[in-house]
Nanobody, 124 residues
């Protein structure tokens, strides 16, 4: 089992940057793929990015490709999400999630463990 805690959210102007971090507890963090999802007010939670167990493979939603970068440090049991060129439509609560499945999913149902979320607000 793994516990996840997100941090790094905040208020930023459009065009700015933020870096989110997902800290994991548990001895076998390298056995989990990790994804980031976001949920805007009144909308469904959607996929943002994911990274494989080793960090060798990454996946992005089309809406963030080229602006966001996901990375991980298995020694420090953390996953980061660098967000650049932020837009007001990026405003949402951002969640990290983990799965032991070999197949990395873009669906919420593919993840077993979730953090509590961190708010990102982008002003225009």
């Amino acid at each position: 089992q793994v516990q996840l805690v997100e941090s790094g959210g905040g208020l930023v102007q459009a065009g700015g940057s933020l870096r989110l971090s997902c800290a994991a507890s548990g001895r076998t963090f390298s056995n989990y793929a990790v994804g980031w999802f976001r949920q805007a007010p009144g909308k469904e939670r959607t996929f943002v990015a994911a990274i494989s167990r080793s960090g060798g493979s990454t996946y992005y939603a089309d809406s963030v490709k080229g602006r966001f970068t996901i990375s991980r440090d298995n020694a420090k049991t953390t996953v980061g999400l660098q967000m650049n060129s932020l837009k007001p439509e990026d405003t949402a609560v951002y969640y990290c999630a983990a799965t032991r499945d070999l197949l990395i999913s873009r669906a919420q149902q593919g993840y077993d463990y979730w953090g509590q979320g961190t708010q990102v607000t982008v002003s225009s």
